[in-house]
């Protein structure tokens, strides 16, 4: 069977319809599926999940749609009825699961006869029933559905804070001292001799990376540290109140308790144990590295006392110029925006047998590009690519499910929402750009499933980043960099120059672990200790977690967009990078070796949610996991 895929607008009238119709219709089958469920006593419980997955289907299709358009539509109108498609859809998902009627319809049912997928669909639906509150009493899962409603307006709140909270500062011209010739003829001078800069990232990373004044990074990193401010402070403030309450109300110590019961690392109190880990792990190496960094700030400003998270990644790239002879302007001459597009296609389709073929089909902006992804002739799925900045969308860079992928019944389809610059690339947006990219082939790849529940990256939380960190290592290796790098002479980036790039980027590793320790130690703390000063404790938990120090008076919290995903669980990222240098040990014939590709696919992407992330990992590696790889890694060797 040829399924279709989703039948975008192709005028900007049909996108407010599109908006509201589409999620309409399918909350409409949701509800004539849950009076089926509850009435019919004589169903089979084959039967009942099979109907509880055409609901999966349904909301999953409402929602991942409204998600998208709500955060990339350029039309702010259309991006607010999205977003209260968005709220509905998640008010209804959570109303189902604190129905007594619907739970009553798989409580007590028999197993007799399932098979191993209906088995585990059935052990995860009740375990989510008793998440969501079923069997509180009747005011209890009143203030169970209030609670859930609410942290969907405030998440979806404080989301839209950081999409319109792009800021703009103004630096005297020659401020730009240090930045590539492609970036000063972007931004000429007014006429009082000041350049406008903004917080999107085609400014901000260049700006960080490459600006001799210490002032112009002090000043752009200030403004990105306090996106979404103050309006995100009470909506934050509250949110981890309601998370409290409602972690409480279900029988949980805390709101890491709730959402780790889920998840490979199993309990809240895991958490500071793998943080702790991690600081022990990475102590000596960071001890090593940061009075490199202070020594090199003090050749620039002989007073200088403490590094700043304004000086970091300056410093990274004037060590690894001067020490390494790794210079970041000449490493992104290489990296053409164009190519990189094409060469991210031509290596992820070769290493997971894949081609993508262009389609002309409408998008809700002209930045999308549109490709089908086939395997021999037949379409496993649709991806859309919108890379750029542009006001009122998304601004980081993340990737969005669309549609789920279920056999014979839905095409899976997932798009990149990223900002990356239409001329030349930093490495480090590159390797963004390969971490992203494994995501989107993680949710095709594993987009052919029975149930809607286990569709592509639906495993556990803490496992969904070990693919895309793993297929970030493929933008570190020569031969592949080589297969689509060009400067302007149209040589491709020499095969010494990436050794040298590979061997400078141990330094600074430790100190970055550190900095992804402060993320995980703010998600954490934010919401079980819930401080009564965010800014304070937000302030010291960074300066604790890293010899860098934050920037004083600053609200990073306000923009950091992942506490309301990820919410208590930023560990994640550290957790699923310990996987994924293990899982490299299983391409220990190179990169692009076709089998240790092929096992990878079937045994990990394809896979989807449809068994446990312990299980796909031991079943490509032969073993279980191990944190061996990580800590080697760490060390540099």
């Not at 990373?205 to 990074?217: E, S």
């Not at 809700?364 to 549109?370: A, E, K, N």
């Not at 279920?406 to 690339?425: H, K, T």
């Not at 947006?429 to 809607?452: N, S, W, Y």
Request: charge should be negative.
């Amino acid at each position: 069977m040829t399924l279709a895929p989703l039948p975008f607008p192709s005028d900007a009238a049909g996108w407010a319809a599109f908006a509201t119709a589409r999620p309409a219709e399918r909350i409409a089958r949701v509800h004539e599926i849950d009076a089926r469920l509850t009435s019919g006593a004589e169903l089979t419980t084959a039967a009942r999940l099979e109907l509880w997955n055409d609901a999966d289907i349904a909301l999953a299709e409402a929602l991942s749609e409204a998600y998208v358009v709500s955060e990339a539509h350029p039309d702010a109108e259309v991006r607010e009825i999205a977003e209260s498609q968005v709220q509905a859809v998640e008010s209804l998902s959570a109303a189902r699961l604190l129905n007594r009627d619907l739970w009553n319809s798989f409580a007590d049912a028999s197993t007799d006869g399932l098979d191993a997928d209906q088995a585990r669909l059935l052990t995860h639906l009740l375990r989510d029933f008793r998440r969501g509150g079923v069997e509180l009493d009747e005011a209890d899962r009143e203030r169970a559905r209030q609670l859930a409603d609410r942290d969907t307006e405030l998440s979806l709140a404080f989301s839209r804070n950081i999409r319109d909270g792009r800021r703009e500062i103004t630096v005297p011209a020659e401020g730009l001292g240090g930045m590539p010739q492609d970036f000063i003829d972007a931004h000429p001078a007014d006429a009082e001799g000041r350049v406008t800069l903004s917080t999107d990232y085609p400014d901000l990373m260049p700006v960080r990376d490459y600006a001799h004044d210490r002032a112009t990074r002090v000043a752009l990193v200030s403004a990105y540290n306090d996106l979404a401010w103050p309006e995100n402070d009470g909506i934050l403030a509250e949110l981890l109140d309601v998370r409290a309450e409602r972690a409480r109300l279900l029988g949980y110590a805390d709101w890491a308790d709730y959402e780790t019961e889920t998840r490979m690392i199993g309990s809240g109190a895991e958490i500071p144990a793998f943080l702790s880990r991690l600081d022990d792990a990475s102590r000596a190496a960071t001890d090593a590295e940061y009075p490199i960094l202070l020594e090199r700030l003090r050749r620039d400003i002989p007073d200088a006392d403490v590094v700043s998270i304004a000086d970091f990644w300056y410093l990274l790239g004037a060590i690894k110029r001067e020490q390494y002879d790794v210079d970041a302007q000449l490493v992104r001459s290489y990296f053409p925006f164009e190519r990189v597009v094409a060469g991210i296609l031509d290596v992820t389709g070769r290493l997971l047998d894949v081609e993508y073929v262009p389609v002309d089909a409408p998008a809700w902006h002209d930045d999308v590009r549109t490709y089908d992804v086939v395997r021999d002739g037949d379409r496993l799925g649709r991806i859309h690519l919108d890379l750029h900045p542009r006001e009122g969308k998304f601004s980081h860079a993340a990737c969005f499910p669309l549609a789920p992928g279920v056999s014979g019944r839905v095409l899976p389809e997932a798009a990149l929402l990223c900002n990356f610059s239409r001329g030349l690339l930093e490495h480090d947006e590159v390797v963004t750009f390969f971490h992203e990219f494994g995501h989107l082939v993680h949710d095709i790849l594993g987009g052919r499933q029975r149930f809607a529940r286990f569709s592509g990256v639906a495993t556990e939380w803490d496992f969904v980043e070990a693919p895309s960190q793993l297929l970030e290592e493929w933008a570190w290796d020569a031969e592949v960099l080589a297969s689509f790098s060009a400067n302007a002479d149209g040589e491709p980036i020499p095969a010494d120059l990436v050794e040298r790039m590979r061997t400078a980027d141990a330094f600074g590793r430790a100190l970055e672990v550190r900095r992804q320790l402060g993320h995980a130690n703010v998600s954490y703390h934010l919401h079980v200790d819930r401080p009564t000063d965010l800014q304070a404790e937000t302030e010291r938990l960074y300066a604790a977690s890293s010899p860098v120090q934050p920037l004083g008076g600053l609200h990073s919290y306000a923009g950091f967009g992942h506490l309301t995903g990820y919410g208590a669980c930023y560990y994640t990222y550290q957790w699923s990078l310990v996987i994924a240098r293990d899982l490299l040990s299983g391409f220990g014939a190179g990169l692009m070796d076709p089998e240790a590709a092929h096992r990878y696919r079937a045994e990990v992407l394809e896979r989807g949610g449809s068994r446990d992330a312990r299980d796909l990992v031991e079943a490509f590696l032969g073993r279980p996991s191990s944190f061996d790889a990580y800590r080697e890694w760490l060390a540099g060797e």
